[in-house]
């Protein structure tokens, strides 16, 4: 496997780990304020664990499928650091306009990179004619 697909995957397992300490301690302090707790704990889970395991077996599995490789590594990085960086600004800046949205757009171009790479990387095999 890959460096940038186990680093997807060891994200992903952090990440599924933090939001599921943050959803024991709301569950056990059954207070209702915890509005940014409550945020975190739904983002970690949805753009942390989910997402970013998606992409982890998705870099790893989905070339192969056609046996090619991933059509851009660099690329594949870059959107790790991206997928990264912006659940990270999000989970920490939520209200806090528009650097929470820069944190967003972040994300919408983490997944972009990612579609592409997908697409090109799933043609058809070159030797297939």
Avoid: C
Wanted: aromatic letters at 14%; a positive charge; proline letters at 3%.
């Amino acid at each position: 496997m890959d460096l940038v697909a186990k680093n997807f995957i060891r994200s992903a397992l952090i990440y599924f780990a933090i939001a599921a300490i943050i959803g024991a301690f709301i569950m056990f302090t059954k207070r209702v304020e915890y509005f940014q707790l409550k945020y975190a704990h739904v983002h970690l889970n949805l753009l942390g664990w989910l997402s970013m395991m998606i992409y982890g077996v998705g870099y790893h599995i989905l070339p192969r499928f056609n046996g090619n490789p991933v059509a851009f590594p660099k690329l594949a990085v870059i959107h790790l650091w991206l997928a990264n960086i912006a659940l990270i600004g999000l989970v920490s800046t939520w209200g806090l306009g528009y650097i929470y949205k820069g944190f967003g757009v972040l994300n919408v171009i983490g997944i972009g990179l990612f579609v592409l790479n997908m697409l090109v990387s799933i043609r058809k095999p070159k030797d297939d004619d």
